[in-house]
């Protein structure tokens, strides 16, 4: 599964894979405070990236929920990794905002660093707790506005866990740019 989407001179993608195999220049990692292996999203790519990764978190001093911090990439394909905690799922108004701007503050860590391509996981979904079709649709319209004003992201990819999640997303997707219209 792929769908490929244009937002303004950016390619928006959606598929089912691994994000620990992506040839982007940066992947996401759905991290937690302290930047540790964990498990989930992120333990798969501490264990993909090798024990180097782990010792370069540790000098970052953890991260709070909404922010990104950027680390290099180890033995992963991607140059580098940026690290973002999303929020713990609670059912209050700060959640939303909190995972929108763990996708913002992520997409502008890319940008400074002049990252031309990323990939994201469904960054709260998994032990967060976060509902995935309201999770989807945060984080679609986070990285859609952001790349209406940021053309020199070129390839954002949503790399989703399961065919359910895929179609989640994709669903979400299409919503928002009919209501776009």
């Not at 599964?1 to 996401?28: C, F, H, P, W």
């Not at 950027?70 to 690290?83: D, M």
């Not at 031309?116 to 859609?144: E, H, R």
Request: aromatic share 8%; charged share 20%; proline share 3%.
């Amino acid at each position: 599964m792929n769908t490929q989407y244009r937002i303004n001179k950016s390619v928006l993608e959606l598929k089912v894979g691994d994000i620990t195999e992506e040839d982007t220049d940066a992947i996401v990692n759905a991290a937690n405070t302290r930047l540790s292996p964990g498990g989930g999203v992120s333990g798969a790519i501490h264990r993909a990236a090798g024990p180097g990764l782990w010792e370069e978190c540790k000098k970052l001093g953890g991260c709070n929920t909404g922010e990104a911090k950027l680390t290099g990439g180890h033995n992963l394909k991607a140059r580098y990794v940026i690290h973002t905690v999303g929020p713990v799922y609670s059912g209050s108004a700060s959640d939303s905002k909190n995972l929108r701007n763990s996708y913002y503050n992520s997409l502008l860590l890319a940008s400074s660093h002049n990252i031309k391509s990323i990939a994201f996981p469904s960054i709260s979904t998994g032990i967060f707790g976060y509902p995935a079709k309201d999770a989807s649709l945060i984080a679609l319209q986070a990285i859609i506005s952001f790349l209406e004003e940021h053309p020199e992201i070129e390839l954002v990819k949503m790399v989703l866990f399961s065919e359910e999640d895929y179609q989640t997303y994709k669903s979400s997707l299409e919503k928002i740019l009919k209501d776009r219209k």
